[in-house]
């Protein structure tokens, strides 16, 4: 039995991709009966070993960065339990893939090494621009905070460097990609992900799945949506620029320029 979770901040693709993946006839993806898309994150089915503020601020998480790799305090072996007795219900026979995804669990792949036998990840970024615009238009009308574009650059570039750290760790226990280069090169990406876990034979993105109540199909590149809403904020871009510079060197190692 091998464990496939995936290491993709929020925001950037992950519930679309688990759910062309979920949709393999060798996958077990977790479920709940309370939620009404059916496929869940794991911090849905065991949510005490996951801050309550996964769900509502992204921004927060590097903040307590201790706390997401405390196995003691999230109570790690507990959570493993549940969740196995999650995919042991699986309607599908003869799965052979149990597939996670929580966003937040880009601080725990070390940690969850100790817990999961046979665990593989799916490690992914988004072009820090784009991934900046889509988290300014989530969190500005609810955040009240002057230092928000500071919080946001602090964050993405937190999630290129443990990404970074991430891929180095797990070496080929890994599958690595960009958002944008999976897009761009889907057919290419299926291909390697199928070599790389030759049990997702039949893993395609063709057809529709279910995406947040609502239907979509394949993954679809937003970054101009995001790109265009940064630019609609006075300065935002520059001011991004100017707090990216610092990390030039990691994100120029993702295949992403600072504009």
């Given at each position: 039995?091998?464990?496939?979770?995936?290491?993709?901040?929020?925001?950037?693709?992950?519930?679309?991709?688990?759910?062309?993946?979920?949709?393999?006839?060798?996958?077990?993806?977790?479920?709940?009966?309370?939620?009404?898309?059916?496929?869940?994150?794991?911090?849905?089915?065991?949510?005490?070993?996951?801050?309550?503020?996964?769900?509502?601020?992204?921004?927060?998480?590097?903040?307590?960065?201790?706390?997401?790799?405390?196995?003691?305090?999230?109570?790690?072996?507990?959570?493993?339990?549940?969740?196995?007795?999650?995919?042991?219900?699986?309607?599908?026979e003869n799965t052979v893939i149990r597939l996670q995804k929580t966003p937040s669990d880009i601080w725990r792949v070390q940690v969850f090494q100790n817990y999961f036998n046979n665990l593989y990840w799916i490690v992914s970024v988004k072009n820090p621009y784009a991934y900046a615009g889509a988290l300014l238009k989530r969190y500005i009308e609810t955040i009240?905070?002057?230092?928000?574009?500071?919080?946001?650059?602090?964050?993405?570039?937190?999630?290129?460097?443990?990404?970074?750290?991430?891929?180095?760790?797990?070496?080929?226990?890994?599958?690595?990609?960009?958002?944008?280069?999976?897009?761009?090169?889907?057919?290419?990406?299926?291909?390697?992900?199928?070599?790389?876990?030759?049990?997702?034979?039949?893993?395609?993105?063709?057809?529709?799945?279910?995406?947040?109540?609502?239907?979509?199909?394949?993954?679809?590149?937003?970054?101009?949506?995001?790109?265009?809403?940064?630019?609609?904020?006075?300065?935002?871009?520059?001011?991004?620029?100017?707090?990216?510079?610092?990390?030039?060197?990691?994100?120029?190692?993702?295949?992403?320029?600072?504009?």
């Amino acid at each position: 039995m091998k464990h496939l979770f995936l290491a993709v901040p929020a925001y950037c693709g992950s519930t679309v991709l688990h759910n062309y993946l979920a949709k393999c006839s060798a996958v077990a993806p977790l479920t709940t009966h309370s939620n009404r898309y059916g496929l869940v994150e794991g911090s849905h089915v065991y949510p005490y070993a996951y801050h309550k503020n996964d769900s509502i601020n992204v921004l927060s998480e590097t903040l307590d960065i201790l706390n997401y790799t405390d196995p003691i305090k999230n109570n790690y072996s507990e959570l493993a339990k549940v969740w196995g007795y999650n995919w042991d219900g699986c309607e599908k026979e003869n799965t052979v893939i149990r597939l996670q995804k929580t966003p937040s669990d880009i601080w725990r792949v070390q940690v969850f090494q100790n817990y999961f036998n046979n665990l593989y990840w799916i490690v992914s970024v988004k072009n820090p621009y784009a991934y900046a615009g889509a988290l300014l238009k989530r969190y500005i009308e609810t955040i009240t905070n002057q230092d928000l574009i500071n919080a946001i650059a602090e964050h993405v570039a937190n999630c290129l460097n443990i990404q970074n750290e991430n891929k180095t760790f797990l070496g080929d226990k890994a599958y690595v990609m960009t958002f944008e280069d999976f897009v761009a090169n889907e057919s290419a990406h299926i291909a390697g992900l199928k070599a790389w876990m030759p049990e997702l034979s039949d893993l395609t993105f063709t057809g529709f799945c279910k995406y947040k109540g609502t239907v979509v199909q394949g993954l679809i590149n937003n970054n101009e949506q995001h790109l265009d809403f940064l630019k609609t904020i006075p300065d935002a871009m520059d001011k991004f620029t100017t707090l990216f510079k610092p990390h030039e060197a990691v994100i120029n190692s993702w295949g992403y320029e600072l504009i």
